[in-house]
């Protein structure tokens, strides 16, 4: 039997079929290494980046070994942020899909802690969260961890970065201590080992290459001069090479935001993600980047973790990652599939040191270039528009519900209508340009599921 087939496991018939149906054949290389441990019930240390297939490696894990007729917390996930807290959430629960009755409930901070209260009383199997609000429901009383079989470290290393030591302590002093415990990080610094060392018991280490590269890449590094301003560099950039979408990304959210302001006053239709954003704020900001209704994003590398979009244009760095890996990270989100990607850096004077030993790491000679002239303006416009209704899974909104009001009751084209995003108390809609006037109008006026909602275009 081939090793590299999930078949290949001891995993259940229920299992099996979901993973067949998710097109999950073959295991990635980090799945192939940890899967079988992770089964057995060992700890492990696995050094392993976003993309990589990591998730659905522990998520499996946790689910095989799952009761669902025990209806305590059994496995704990902590990362680092928000959004890959959301993400390891949804993965786990297609995961569950043929697996009846699977709590999974995401703790994280930015939202209000009395529903999550609420929803800790009824229970969950599978807690997804952040380090601070973990450690806020465990302070209250709200998260009990002495039943936990299972505790994942997702990027351990980034929760270090971020300054979650200490939470950390506190979620590890409050966990069950017969317990397997997993952790995921895409380096081994110091502190890593020392959790390791403090939590882990004889844990396997396994490690697979980084699946990023910059083989369909053309990258272009462009020196500025002590004169130069970098906002108005990648205004430039952006003229020269006309984009369809692009990322941008910064080292801090204040330059974020300073790009982000000058490229608006523009005209472009432009948005900052960086960590000072509201909860739902953050979510609006990805669903409009995702859905192709606002081109151009500005980020900083820890607000844009996870975030996946397909036919990206262009990467441009404003400054250069302050780690390699980084660099190869951020660029990799265009030239995907196959696709020919286009990465552009801006790279100042104090900034050599660092492009010295992305050469070194990228085994390869980097020509610096003169910023492009043009006499051009920005001009990326989005195709689409974002509608949004106040309704959501709370309100038990499905996308088909809201496709089915827009082209059956009011006559639009469903090829006018693009990605449908639904969260708990809202509904996201793209919409072509030419139609958002009209399929407003009718979510305005008309119905969802019998039921009136407000909506408004972003």
């Known amino acids: ?199 882990q018991k004889n844990p396997h280490e396994v490690s697979v290459e980084s699946v990023h590269s910059d083989e369909n890449i053309e990258q272009h590094f462009y020196e500025l001069r002590e004169t130069d301003r970098k906002d108005i560099a990648v205004q430039q950039l952006l003229a020269h090479f006309n984009p369809e979408s692009a990322i941008i990304f910064c080292n801090t959210k204040i330059l974020c935001q300073e790009v982000c302001d000058l490229l608006r006053a523009q005209g472009v239709n432009a948005l900052a993600l960086h960590g000072d954003l509201e909860q739902r704020d953050r979510d609006q900001v990805l669903v409009r980047f995702s859905n192709k209704s606002c081109p151009v994003l500005i980020a900083t590398d820890v607000a844009a973790r996870g975030l996946d979009v397909k036919g990206l244009g262009v990467v441009i760095n404003v400054e250069l990652a302050h780690d390699s890996e980084v660099h190869i990270h951020r660029i990799g989100r265009t030239g995907r599939a196959g696709e020919s990607g286009l990465a552009l850096s801006l790279v100042a004077h104090n900034e050599m040191s660092r492009l010295n030993r992305l050469a070194d790491y990228l085994q390869k000679t980097i020509t610096l270039e003169d910023l492009p002239k043009t006499n051009n303006v920005v001009e990326i416009k989005p195709d689409m528009v974002t509608l949004c209704i106040d309704g ?67």
């Open 1 to 199: 039997m081939n090793s590299l087939l999930f078949s290949s496991l001891n995993l259940s018939a229920d299992m099996l079929a979901n993973l067949e149906s998710l097109g999950y054949n073959e295991m990635t290389p980090i799945q192939a290494q940890s899967l079988p441990i992770i089964l057995q019930g060992q700890d492990i240390i696995a050094k392993a980046k976003t993309g990589s297939g990591k998730t659905a490696a522990f998520g499996i894990g946790l689910l095989a070994a799952l009761d669902v007729k025990i209806f305590t917390t059994q496995a704990l996930v902590l990362c680092p942020t928000r959004e890959l807290a959301d993400q390891v959430a949804k993965e786990i629960r297609r995961l569950a899909r043929l697996t009846h009755n699977v709590k999974v409930l995401t703790l994280c901070g930015g939202v209000a802690i009395g529903p999550q209260i609420g929803s800790l009383e009824r229970g969950a199997h599978i807690v997804v969260g952040t380090p601070g609000r973990i450690v806020d429901h465990i302070e209250k009383g709200t998260l009990k961890l002495g039943t936990i079989k299972q505790l994942v470290l997702d990027e351990a290393d980034r929760m270090l970065d971020m300054g979650f030591t200490d939470s950390i302590e506190t979620v590890l002093a409050a966990c069950n201590s017969e317990r397997q415990t997993l952790l995921f990080s895409a380096t081994y610094p110091d502190g890593i080992k020392k959790i390791s060392a403090h939590c």
């Open 392 to 458: 959501g899974k709370k309100e038990k909104v499905r996308p088909g519900d809201i496709l089915g009001a827009l082209t059956k009751d009011a006559g639009l084209s469903g090829e006018m209508i693009g990605k449908i995003d639904i969260f708990e108390f809202a509904s996201y809609i793209a919409v072509h340009h030419t139609i958002a006037r009209q399929a407003l109008q009718h979510l305005q006026d008309g119905k969802i599921k019998g039921r009136k909602f407000r909506a408004r275009k972003l």
